[in-house]
């Protein structure tokens, strides 16, 4: 009877049916990491925006509250998008020949709303309030990060359930007095775990099971 | 409007082809299904921007785009939502209404809880409105003989026959008027008769009669009556005044410490009777002769059953003079009507338990009737006929030829919401904006006013029927608003009253002194039926009433209280007739009067009278929509103008057989049913059949209490069957219409149901009203089954649906043994018609296909009550969550809350002796209880 | 003992079993018949498909599903195909363990019967999800949502005992095989054949060494095989006793499932070994002898599987439990009252025909009541599920299910997603333990010479 | 290289005669001696000692453990990772649990077991020596096989040859590599 395979078939095999497992296990890896990567998540990407507005030129440099233009955070589910209105109230002053600041004029001029690209954004079956997390004491930079640092404003933290339930299973370090909402320089005093069982307490803070309950943010 | 262009466009190019609808309706589970208009052009129509719920993917949505405002309207506030009160209107009365509105789109109607008498409490024509508002057919511009035109070449020709009738006194103008209780349109209809005083507006009331109205009408005030005898009356039952009557149904039944007892004698079943304590099924034919012998005096022949009642029923009302009311139903001839005024007046009741009064509405002058109308058309006195508002060729009754007729009429301008059967065939067809839209006023039936004030800029190219009575008579016409303001200039005249007004939703106004009582005839025997015929009692359908709402989902999908069908109207029989004829449920009969004939599918309905069939209005359309239109037999063809709601004629099986779009079998009721609804007695107080109903031992090792923790309590001594409940869930959760096919299928979405189960004899059987929402185990066997987390228990007892969460596998609904759970079979809701997805509440998702969806207690309101409650670091208090259907019902049967709090409205009723399970032996615990019925009788008789 | 007749004739040899079982993959006997076999398959597998497109295209509501009736064809389906699934297991493992030598004969191709019918059980709950795209949340991996499947539910349990059961039957099948693929590998002319087998054949080479060592493992899979067996169809039962809905919530349903899978499954097997015995002409390796055993056990399960009728019936009355003996007499006298009949009748009646030796050693009277077990026990299936959902509790959600076209399509389209693969195997496979059939003979022979 | 011997293989023509000649030469003293046949011969394992070995059934078992084990851990992990209450059972409900445990089990079990299988058994070996002797493949038909490894301290080219033929062997044939 003749050989039907080479000396070499059993390395061939071996290398092959090697293959294919790596190739299984590497499709899973692919996949998991797919799934937290900037492809999916959009963490980090700056669209582009009909006016390049820098978050950081307005913060840091201008020292403008968050609030001026993102007025119903605090008594809304939504932050508030500032009308043209707002824009114009400083711009009419500042700024009025800039080339940039064109389509803001246009807007205004022809009762036309500006069409901006959401950065920061759930899925339409997530119901995330901005109102009771500022009142709870979580700031602004928890889930958008340094924004005041941004130029072109990105996504800083990828919007998918498990950031959210990191901190809606322990919220204690991510808490701090309700005036420092805003404050993107507050630094957490040398016991920040004490202040975090603090303001657990004084703010009333539901306990993981509730906060993690389904019906929390899903309806 | 510049961004309704397009929007036009496509919803014409849709209408023209009827085919295509035709298709939809047969071959696709919604009927919506296919078609689409651009979203982002009827979100900017409706003046926002804003992100519907909608469900897709799993993945984190990529950057879209976001549409600010340029100027931020004053008090708009993204993210909430506003109320403001106003009505809309049902048989030309208010029905007062608190709107709701998110990012500037109505969403949600409720009754308004400022209003004296409506309290907050809804029926499912006030909660169904709201859709009426974004229906996809209403017409969007005017048409000159059926072609689009515009409002300025309408105002061009205006202005040519004005001239005409300012020389000619109105000669030959006749203006042709539904119903209507508006302070406004009565000053403009004054004006102009004095204006052009040979002009003449008649009136069209379908359900009123078509010869005119009664000078006087006897308001009962339910809430004082200890005793009611209601000949043939619908209290409970779809009108103006339900939810009044609801309410004080509710106030006098399940706790209440004095009882109203209900007497209720009628000749076709209905939800009045249905929860009376002696109930009597009765041919309209002998109707008189009890009235008779409750009245007193003369001779009667009847069966001793009915005796009995009338004996039973004169008793109980002489046994308590001043606290009882005897009530006579708006289809009986108008001597009966006379006859009961007389009564009540003897027995004290008037002014306590009833008042008489003008009625509200527009009462014509002699000469103003429709028939009136009929014969001017036919002696050729009328050369324009402005038909504002009703839909006479369709609701004119069937010997009167009126299509006919109406075309014989030279100018012939109709306006109306639709272009109905009468706006098709009219020279001029205008729109008119939905109540929602424009400024108007109307009464209610307790007597207040209430302010219709717009909450939504008008969708389309439409003018208000008040600028356009004006326009009759003025050259320049001022806005909707301004002539609604002079109306009221005396009382609301600054502009702090004015805006109080608006505010509360209501204005009280003067009564006006009742006109005389006329000479009463004595009460003549209605047509009694020959051999081998039957009486036939017309009435208006129970969901789409004489028609008008023919075009509305919701109602369309509801099950009629009593048969639980859907999408057609059924030929009512009795279950000897039915076995007479040999015909069941289903079989399609040929019903003939006076010459005319209907045929549609019997219905065998235990307790209707034995040689009476029942037809129903509102069907048979021609041209109601793509919903409305050609399902059901036309009723109005067998009525006469003479007596409309009554005809004797001959009933045959054709042979033929149709299958029902219902959503619940026929049963009565067996031993076992018996334990689904309780009844407690005087002898046996407490609901429970046994101690081991309140055993909670488990093989489970319990969770920990937590607080809140919500539960519910339903009433059943207090449910009238309504439906209020299912519509204000329906509009509160975004609930789709499926249509006929998919509930033949048994794919009804309701969440809530009202089960209706009969006991006894079929002739005259108890009827039993059951809202069954989800119960919310606290072991339930849904969430066991469920593979991936989708249903699961929130720590305050709620019985989650994670809608994102769910891969179909309906393990949960198999295991459910209360069957409460809605499966997306199809794609229900991402095609839905551009307008009605506007109507979706924002703060419940919108389902896609594939998943399971129920009851969650409106846990929408329950986080944000839970969320307000917290930025102001306190707890829910009682009464801050209420559920859609709590809210809506009239009767106050529904009491939702936290059942840790032994303070809350519910922890109490839970304590009562009534409370019980339903299916509690099956060990799920239900957080939704019954409060058992409260009757007079022994136990399980 | 010795009296009773061979199971292979002792006139056989191990070189005449070689060539006859060999030859189907090399030379394949019946081209033509096999040709149009697998045509109509691959018709059926098209009507599959496509009835799947439309499925996935437009959703579940394509079948009579509805509200209370949401589970029917794709459920009762499953467990019908896995039912069918067990006999191989149950005729490898277990006769196996128990020394029967008849098995032999049949062990193979029942096996084989057994990976497609539980491939095609799998595949039923699978496209009957509303959502099937998401079918991988049933499994715990770490998803960015940070949720995990939940394992309390019997559906949970029915994705790893369907998995378990389909990957152990597939193994064992395949380390069953190689022997015999070494032997075709052996007797192939063409390179081709050569290559296929041999890479399949892993290089066995019918050592002492490997013998030793694979008997031990055939043997110890077998031992697990048959718990896994007895688990698996109790798992399915779970699925339907683990809701409190009356007419399933028994305790009976365990042993009352397994009992009906095996009986369904000794009836196909029956089925398959008559048809491949009449196409290859393999009466002498599948004897008479191999259907009268088979149609005994047949017999015994069937009327075990009465029993658990019987019982079901008398555990409802001794109950008292109003809804059960309701959902009893609804059974009997409902709206569906064919299928319960039906089964009682394809299932029990001609199965009394098998108390007779003739009967039995009847290749088409054997089939024929073998159809009539299979069709039986589809409608039991059937039964079970419709007959408890259209009438649980409350008297208003009861509802009426009617198969849709698509019901039929689909299911009639996955005749051809078990047949496809199952000819395959016939075709390109030894489909008869070459082996093992060869250790019987030799056994027998010894037998014979000891006298 | 390529002539050298790597064994002696004789072949009889019934499964007897083959357990005869191990037996005999076994009794002989060689050592490395290796026996094919188309189906198990009863007998053969004891006579070439290959009955104490009871690695598969550890293995299996060991596989069994893992998957029980293993699984066990899963179910507790998610259910600590992310506690939900489901229908007011127990966090921890071991009874519904085992269920998946026990089918996890068997799927170790068997897993292993075809694995363990393998390896012991060196397979897949798809080029094998023995193949390249022309008689060979009878092996799996109907002829057996008695092998003698030219490693065996005894074995010697011409008296192991004449020693097979003196057992009956009807062809004795060279292995080469």
Known sequence: MPQIFSRTADTWFRAVALGALVFAVAFFAGALAFARSQYWDDVALAPQQPVPFSHKHHISDDGIDCRYCHSTVETSANAGFPTTHVCMTCHSQLWTEAALLAPVRQSLAENRPIDWHRVARVPDYVYFRHDIHIAKGVACVECHGRIDKMPLTYRAKAFEMKFCLECHRDPAPHLRPREAVYDFDWKPPADHAALGRRLMAEYRIRSPAELTSCGTCHR | MSGGKTFWRSLDEYQRSDAFGEMLKAEFPSIFELWTADRRQVLRVMGASLALA???????????????????????????????????????????????????????????????????????FMQAAILDLYDPDRSQEPLMAGRPASWDEFDGQMVKWRDAWRASGGAGLRLLIGSTTSPTLLRQIAELKRALPQARVHLFDPLGGYAGGAPQRLRPKLDAADVVVSLDDDLLGPGPAQAIHGRAWGERHGDAQERMRLFVAETTPTQTGAKADRRLGIPPSRLAMLAKAIVGGGKVTLTDQELAWAKEARQALESTRGRSLLTIGPSAPPQLQAAALQVNRALGNVGRTCEVAAPLTYVPEPGGSFLDLVRDIEARRVSALFVLGPNPVYQAPGDIPFAALYAKVALRVHAGLHTDETGAISNWHLPLPHALEEWSDARSPDGLATIVQPVVRPMFDSRSLHEIVASLTAD?????????????????GDDAAWAGALKTGFVAMPARAAAPANVIPPPSPAAAPKNGEVEIVIRPDPTIHDGSFANNGWLQELPKPLFKTTWENVVAISPRLAAELKVESGDVVRVESGGRAVEGPAWVLPGQPQQVITLYLGYGRKRAGRIGTGIGYDAYR???????????????????????ATTQEQHLMDAEGADLIRTVTPAHPSALRNEEELDRTSFYPEWPEHDPAWGMVIDLDRCIGCNACVLACQAENNIPVVGQHQVYEGREMAWLRVDRYYAGEPDDPETHFQPVPCMHCEQAPCEMGCPVHATVHSPDGLNLMVYNRCIGTRTCSSYCPYKVRRFNWFDYTTDAPSPTEAQRNPDVTVRGRGVMEKCTYCIQRIEGAKVQADIENRDVRDGEVTTACQQACPAQAITFGNLADVESAVAGQRKSPRNYSLLGEQGTRPRTTYLAKIGDEPDGE | MASRTPVI??????????REVARIPLHMPARIPWLIAFILSLALLSLFLASITYLFARGVGIWGLNIPVNWAFAIHLYVWWLGLGHAGTLISAMLLLMGQDWRNSLNRFAEAMTVCAVICAGMEPIIHLGRPWFVYWMFPYPATMGVWPQFRSPLEWDVWAVMTYLIVSILFWYIGLVPDLATVRDRAKRRGWQVFFGIFALGWRGSARHWAVWNKTYRTIAAIAVPLVVSVHS???LLFASGQIPGWHSTIFPPYFVLGAAFSGFAMVAMIAIVMRHAFQLGHIVTERHLDVLAKVTLAMGMMTAYGYFFEVFDAYYSGEAREIATVHDRFFGAYAWSYWGAVCCNFLPLQLLWFDRVRRSPVLLFLISTSVVVGMWLERYMILVTSLYKDFLPSSFGYYHASFWDWSTYIGMLGLFLTPFLLFVRFLPSISIFEDKEVLAREQEEAARG | MADRLLGLIGEFGSEETLLEAAKQAKAEGFRCIDAFSPFPVEGMAEVLCLERDHRIGWITIIGGLVGFFGMLAVQLFVNVDYPVEVGGRPLFAWPAFFVVDFEIMILGAVTFAVAGMLIINRLPKLYHPLFGTPRFGLASADRFFLYIDASDPRFDAERTRGFLGSLGAWTVEAVLP
């Open chain 3, 235 to 237: 798992e399915v039962s």
């Open chain 3, 9 to 18: 004739p002792l006139s056989e040899s191990f070189g005449e079993i070689t």
């Open chain 2, 54 to 124: 909608g469900m897709t993917a799993c993945k984190p949505v990529r950057s879209d785009d976001v549409v600010p405002f340029v100027y931020r309207p004053e008090g708009f506030l993204e993210g909430r939502t506003d109320h403001y009160a106003t009505a809309v209107p049902f048989e030309g009365y208010a029905q007062p209404v608190l709107a709701t509105t998110s990012a500037g789109r109505p969403i949600k109607l409720d009754g308004n809880p400022e209003h004296p008498a409506f309290r907050g409490g809804s029926t499912p």
């Open chain 2, 638 to 660: 067998l009525r006469s103008a003479a007596e409309p709601w009554n005809a004797v004629g001959t009933v045959k099986p054709t042979g033929e057989r149709v299958k029902l």
């Open chain 2, 476 to 492: 320049a016409v001022p806005s909707a608003r301004e002539i609604v303001r002079k109306t009221w200039a005396r009382q609301l």
